[in-house]
C-alpha cells in the first residue's frame, strides 16, 4: 500500500498494547520471584553453593527478558504513528521481530532452567531432610530402649517420624514429575524398594510398641534410621555423579560450538575476500551466493545446537541469542544484496556477520572458562591432586592421580568385612560417592589430554576413550556400590594403560638432536680390483685410437671427438 489505513494504524496500536501487558506480566513474575527467594532467606533455607549460582543467573536472565532496546523500538514506534512514515514503520517491526524472536526464546530457556533448577533443590531437600529424619530416628530408638520411657509418648513420637518420612516421599514423587517436564530429564536414583524397606521398619515398630517390645521396636527404629542415612547417601551419590557428567558432555558440547563458530568466521572471510575480486558478470558470482547460502544453514544449525545447550547451561550469557539474531538478520541481507547485484551493500552485511560471530566466539569462550573453573572448584573439593589450573594435563600427572584413587578404592575393599563383596558397610556409600566424583575429574582429564594429543586420529598415547570408557564403568561400579573383584581388575588394568601411555609420551618429548660429522674420505671396496679395470679400459681406448679405421677426413674428425669426449 502507497499509504496506510486506519486498520493498519489500529493493528499496530494492538501490537503495542500487547507488548505493554507482556512487558508487565514479566515484570510480575520478577517480583513474584524476589519474594520467593526472600521468604527462603528468612525461613533460613540455605542452598548448596551451586543452587545459589543458578538461582542468581536464573534471576538475571529474568531482569534481561526485557531489554531496554526492545523498549525504545516500542517507544519509537508510538511516536512513528502519528507521522505516517510506512517504510520507517516497516522497518521498525521488521526490528521488533528479531528483538521478540530474542525474547521468546529467553523465555522457553529461562523456564527450563527454572525448572531444572527447582527439580534439583527439590532433590536436595529431600535430602537434606532425609538425613535429618535418619537423626531423629535413631535418637527415637535409644529413647524407646529406655525402660522409664512412656510407650503413649513413644508411640505418637514413631507416627510423627513415619508422617515426616511420608511428606519426604510425596517430595520425591513431585521431583520425578518436574524432571519429566525436562526437555532432556535427569536419571534419578530408583529408591522405591529402599522406601518399602523404611516404610516396613516404621510399621514394624508401631507393632512392637501396641505390644510393648520396647527392645523389638528400638531394634526396627534404628533399622530404619540406618536405611534413611543409606538411602539419602545414595541420592547424594547419583545427583553428583549425573551432575559432574553432564558438566562434561556440555563443556565438549560447548567446545565443538566455539570450533563450528571460528571455522565460520574464517568461511565469511574468505568468501568477503572472493567477492571483492569479481564484478556481477563473472560465473563465479553466482557460486558466491551458493557459498553464502551454505554459511547461513552452517549459522542455523550452530543457533540451534546452541540454544538447545543454553538450557542446560546457565553460564551461557543472555547476549548469545542477540548475537545469533544479529547472525540470522545480516545473513539474510547479505544473501538478498548478492540477488539484486548490491556487492558494496553484500559486502558490508558480512562484515557484520564476521563481527557477530567473533563476538558470539568471545562470549562462549568466557562460558566455557567458567565451566571450566567451576569444574576445577569441583574436583578440588576432593582430595586427589590435578593438573594447576590452565595447565595441560599430561599421561604422567593422571597416572599419579589414578594411582592414589586405585590404592583408597582398595583400602576401601580390603575394610569391608568378609562376605560383603558388593555391599560396603554402613557409612561408605558417601565415601564411595567421592571416590566416583574423584574417578569422574580424572576422566575429564583424560579427555582433554585425547582431543589435544590424539586429535590427528593416530593415538600415540594408545587408545585413550577405551580408557576413559573404563573408567567410566568403574564410576558406575561405585555409585551403584559394586566393589567386586572385576572393579579392581579393571583399575589395574586402567594403571597398565596410563604407564604405557606416560612411557609413549616420554619417547616422543624426547629430543633426538642430530650430531654433525666431518667428512672423511671412504675407500673402495675393491681397490685392486677397480684399478685392474681402469687399466684395461684405457688400454683398450688406446688401441681404438692408434688403430683408426679408413675414414674420409670428416668422418676421422668425429672419431677424434669421441675419444676425446670419452674420459669427460
Known sequence: KKNMTWEDKKKIEDILKRQNDLEQKVSDIQKENQQKNSLETEQNKELNKELQDKQQQINDLMDKLMTPELKKLMDELAKLLDKQDKAKIQEMLDKMKFSNEDIKKEMDRTLELFKKMEMEKKM?????????????QE????KTQDKNSDEKEQKDKQQELKKEFDDIKKDLKDAEEKNKELTEPEKLEDTKEDQKDIDQDQKDSEQKLDSKDKKGAAKSQKSAGQKMKKMAEKMQAAM?????????????ALRQLLENLIRLSFNQEDLM???KMVDTNNPQYLKIGKDQQKLKDDAKMIEDSLFALSKRVTQISSYVNKETSAINRNMEKTLSSLEDRKMADARGSQQYVMTSVNNLALLLSEALKQMQEQMSQKQGNGSCNKPGKGQKPSAGSIRKMQEALNKKIQEMKDGMKPGQMGKPGEGMSEQLAKLAAQQAAIRGELNKLNQSDNKDGKKPLGDLGKLAAQM??????????RLSQETMVRQQEIMSRLLESERAERERDQDNKRESKE???VSDRNPFDMEEYKRLKQKELELLKTL???LSPFYRKKVDDYFQSIPN
Open 124 to 136: 536436595q531437600d529431600a535430602i537434606d531432610d532425609l538425613k535429618k529424619l535418619a537423626d531423629k
Open 139 to 142: 535418637k527415637e530408638a535409644e
Open 240 to 252: 553428583d555423579a549425573n551432575s559432574a557428567e553432564q558438566q562434561e558432555e556440555d563443556a565438549a
Open 273 to 275: 575476500e572472493q567477492l
Open 472 to 481: 567410566e564403568q568403574t564410576e558406575k561400579d561405585l555409585v551403584n556400590k
Open 519 to 521: 667428512g672423511k674420505n
Open 548 to 550: 683408426p679405421p679408413s
